[in-house]
C-alpha cells in the first residue's frame, strides 16, 4: 500500500473548496492519501484538503505532499507551537500539554481546532477510511454546519463510564460517538473545561486509549447533532461489506484492518 502510493494520480484539493482536516504523519500519510483519493473519485474538485503536522513532519514529507496533492494546505510544527502559545498557553493548560506529549490522539482537538484559519466549524476525517460512494451527508454538512456531526461506532468505546463522563460534564451523553468524521465548532471548545475533564477522568478512573473520543461525547453532550447512518458510514465493516463494497464510507478498526490492508485499498 504504501508503495502504491507511487502510481496514485495527482490528488486535487480546491482553495475555495469545502474544508477537510486531517492530523497525520509518517506513519498513516500514506492511509491519508487514500482517502483522499477515494474522497475526489466521487466529489472532483470540492474538497479543500488541510493536513496538519501530527509531529513528524520533515523536509521529505512536505516534499512527498505537494508532489502527490495539489493547492495541498499544511499546518506545520512552527504555526501549530504558535497556535498553541496563543490559544493554550503551556502554563495555563499543562494537562492538554502534557497529554499532547504522550497521547497524539489528543491533537485532533488541541492542534486542529486551535488553528486560526477562518473556519469555526472544523470537519476532522481519520486516515484509515475509504469512500464507496459520494458523500453526500458530509457535502451539504460542510456547506452548512449548524451543529455537530458524527460518526455512529459498532459498538461503545468510550474508556470511561458514562456515570463519570456526565458527572463532569453536567450533561447526558450521546451513545455510540465514533470521531473517524467529526465536525465540531471550534469556539464552542472550553479548553479551561477540557483541562478540568481530562484531569477529573483520569483521577477517577485512570487514563484510556479512548480519552479523545470521550471528551468529543462531553463536548457534544446533548446538543442536537447529524448522527451518519450507520448503515451507510461504516466503522469496523464486516469482510462481506468490505468486499461488496456496502455502503458510502468505511472506517477501518479493528479486525477490519486486516481486510483493509488485504483487499480494500486495491479496489478503492
Request: a neutral charge; charged letters at 20%.
Amino acid at each position: 500500500m504504501k508503495r502504491a502510493v507511487r502510481s496514485l494520480p495527482e490528488i486535487g484539493s480546491n482553495p475555495g473548496g469545502l474544508p477537510v482536516y486531517f492530523l497525520t504523519g509518517d506513519k498513516y500519510l500514506y492511509q491519508t492519501f487514500f482517502c483522499m483519493t477515494s474522497a475526489v473519485k466521487y466529489h472532483p474538485d470540492i474538497f479543500r484538503f488541510i493536513l496538519v503536522d501530527d509531529g513528524t513532519f520533515n523536509k521529505d514529507i512536505i516534499s512527498l505532499i505537494n508532489k502527490q496533492v495539489k493547492n495541498i494546505e499544511i499546518v506545520d510544527a512552527l504555526q501549530i507551537k504558535k497556535n498553541l502559545n496563543l490559544v493554550l498557553p503551556e502554563k495555563e493548560f499543562p494537562a492538554l500539554h502534557h497529554k499532547r506529549l504522550i497521547y497524539p490522539h489528543i491533537k485532533k482537538l488541541t492542534d486542529i481546532h486551535s488553528i486560526q484559519d477562518g473556519n469555526d466549524w472544523k470537519l476532522v476525517m481519520d486516515s484509515d477510511m475509504l469512500f464507496w460512494q459520494s458523500a453526500n451527508d458530509i457535502t451539504n454538512w460542510l456547506k452548512s454546519p449548524q451543529s455537530p456531526v458524527y460518526m455512529q461506532d459498532c459498538e461503545q468505546s468510550y474508556g470511561y463510564t458514562t456515570t463519570i463522563m456526565e458527572k463532569l460534564s453536567g450533561s447526558k451523553i450521546q451513545p455510540l460517538i465514533n470521531v473517524g468524521v467529526i465536525g465540531l465548532k471550534s469556539s464552542a471548545i472550553s479548553w479551561r473545561t477540557l483541562e478540568n475533564w481530562i484531569t477529573g477522568l483520569e483521577e477517577a478512573e485512570n487514563t484510556s486509549y479512548f480519552l479523545e473520543q470521550a471528551l468529543t461525547a462531553m463536548i457534544i453532550g446533548e446538543t442536537k447533532s447529524v448522527r451518519l447512518n450507520k448503515d451507510k458510514y461504516i466503522v469496523n465493516p464486516t469482510p462481506d461489506q468490505v468486499t461488496q463494497k456496502e455502503g458510502i464510507l468505511h472506517h477501518y478498526v479493528d479486525l477490519s484492518k486486516i481486510a483493509y490492508f488485504a483487499k480494500a485499498w486495491k479496489t478503492s
